[in-house]
């Protein structure tokens, strides 16, 4: 982090963090990160990556969620489906023996 | 301290030779991490300690101060021991959940994000893991709970690709192609670039489908239709009324298509997409905030031109040591630094006791300090 910069990376830090733009300020870290200091890029990169992780298997799990219901109810219309034609057969033989 | 961690290895030496005097096998297990392993290694023995401070307690607290200075008593083996077997556990999970990390996950992450993205452009895969890798131990030990969400998160990815979940994305595909169903207009709304015209789309789609919400109105119209077609002993209500029965297959068709569309769509469709389609079916995610950004937004951020403004003010008022209070001009180079240094400590520590936790708090507390140290040089 040279002097030359740091005040500047910092201000426009709080800058994003006073319009509550918590999305810009970390696209502001990933893209500035190499300018900070090691041990501050190995915080950066840590909890940017936690972050992703987070939101991948959140998305994942609730497209999971939605997979499982559409082959359980896919799996009960045809349940349903079945059942309908094989009390239309029944019905039909009925009809024909005059019950 | 010697003769207690020996005591706990002869001790287990001697169940081994009681087993074998009866004839009896010794099941091949790794070699668990003894304690003279674990004090005589830097690394482990730091984080052994920190998981005792972390755990709390003033008896855990005790036992430590015990430890770090070799005076451990006898009654301390079975604790430390059970200390011992925790720590294994966490060690294991912690090679575990690195064995997972690699850069194929990197790659992956940064399909669907843009910060990883640009880390990927300016730091590499590489380095990511090495970092990601590095940390581990000690969040396992110092912060447990994020620990093992992180290792949730990694092992839910891996059984995307490999485990029940890939089962899963794997019975979906083959009933879609099994009933040559296709994504049809939901494909299409999801290729539409502007993310809020493919919201808008995706949800007028659903809302035309199911109504509001398709998961719940799924089960409710298979009860619906039970209540129409069936009587109570579960007869064929309509079994004369064949335009009525022909209806009821051809909305149990319909139905069926447009599930198979939203299921095509979540196993062809991108990261975006997918996430795009579970917004529109489940609504928004409520992530809960762990980034802490309002609790770090919370805490007022010091500017240059006021820590200047507090400088002077500071400078104003003389400093007082041992030659009682002095003006700045009357100060010589030597405490003029040091006085720098108190002046700037003490607003490093003002905004330390205001910062609650949270990620966010962590990286700006990180930089804060030095961007402090930088203003330095403007403080005559």
């Known amino acids: ?22 999305k810009a300020a970390k696209s502001f870290l990933a893209q500035h990160v190499k300018e900070f200091p090691e041990d501050i890029q190995k915080k950066i990169v840590f909890a940017l990556f936690e972050d992703a992780l987070e939101s991948k298997a959140d998305t994942d799990a609730r497209v999971a969620e939605i997979q499982q219901e559409g082959l359980d109810a896919i799996k009960s219309i045809e349940d349903k489906e079945n059942t309908f034609k094989d009390k239309q057969k029944i019905s039909k033989l009925r009809s024909l023996l005059g019950l | 301290m010697e003769y207690i961690i020996d005591k706990e290895n002869n001790s287990k030496k001697e169940q081994e030779e009681q087993i074998k005097a009866t004839g009896g096998e010794i099941e091949e297990t790794p070699e668990p991490l003894t ?34 200075s070799s005076k451990l008593e006898e009654a301390d083996v079975d604790a430390l021991s059970n200390h011992r077997k925790k720590f294994e556990v966490k060690m294991q999970r912690v090679e575990n959940v690195k064995g997972q990390i690699t850069e194929e996950v990197a790659i992956e992450l940064a399909e669907r994000n843009p910060d990883i993205k640009k880390l990927l452009e300016n730091v590499g895969a590489d380095s990511i893991v090495g970092i990601v890798q590095e940390r581990l131990g000690d969040l396992s030990v110092t912060e447990p709970e994020r ?11 891996q059984s995307f690709q490999k485990g029940k979940f890939k089962e899963l994305q794997n019975n979906v595909e083959k ?34 489908s199911w109504g509001d919400g398709f998961l719940g109105k799924s089960r409710r119209f298979l009860d619906l239709l039970s209540f129409k077609a069936f009587s109570a002993n579960g007869t064929l209500k309509l079994d004369k009324k064949k335009p009525e029965v022909d209806a009821i297959f051809q909305e149990l068709d319909k139905k069926k298509k447009s599930i198979g569309k939203i299921l095509v769509t979540t196993i062809k469709g991108s990261d975006d997409m997918r996430e795009a389609l579970a917004k529109s079916i489940l ?29 002077e003010d500071t400078k104003a008022e003389g400093f007082s040591g041992p030659g009682g209070n002095k003006s700045w001009d009357e100060m010589s180079t030597l405490e003029q630094d040091s006085a720098r240094d108190y002046f700037l400590e003490d607003i490093k520590t003002e905004q330390a006791s205001k910062r609650k936790g949270g990620i966010w708090n962590l990286i700006l507390g990180s930089i804060f300090e030095v961007f402090l140290l930088d203003q330095k040089k403007d403080l005559k």
Request: hydrophobic letters at 35%; proline letters at 2%.
């Open chain 1, 1 to 22: 982090m040279t002097t030359s910069n740091t005040t500047a990376l910092y201000n426009k830090l709080i800058e994003l963090f006073e319009a509550s733009d918590e």
């Open chain 2, 35 to 68: 304690l003279k392993e674990i004090m005589s290694d830097k690394e482990k023995s730091s984080l052994f300690v920190k998981m005792l401070d972390n755990d709390g307690g003033q008896e855990y607290k005790d036992l430590l101060a015990r430890l770090t």
């Open chain 2, 147 to 157: 620990f093992n969400k992180l290792a949730k998160n990694i092992e839910s990815m």
């Open chain 2, 175 to 208: 009933m879609c192609t099994e009933k040559n169903l296709d994504g049809g207009e939901y494909l299409k709304a999801l290729a539409i670039e502007d993310p809020d015209e493919r919201e808008k789309a995706l949800v007028s789609l659903v809302r035309d």
């Open chain 2, 283 to 311: 609504g928004e995610f409520t992530k809960k905030e762990q980034f802490g950004f309002k609790d770090a937004k919370s805490v007022p951020q010091i500017k240059p031109e006021e820590i200047q403004k507090r400088w």
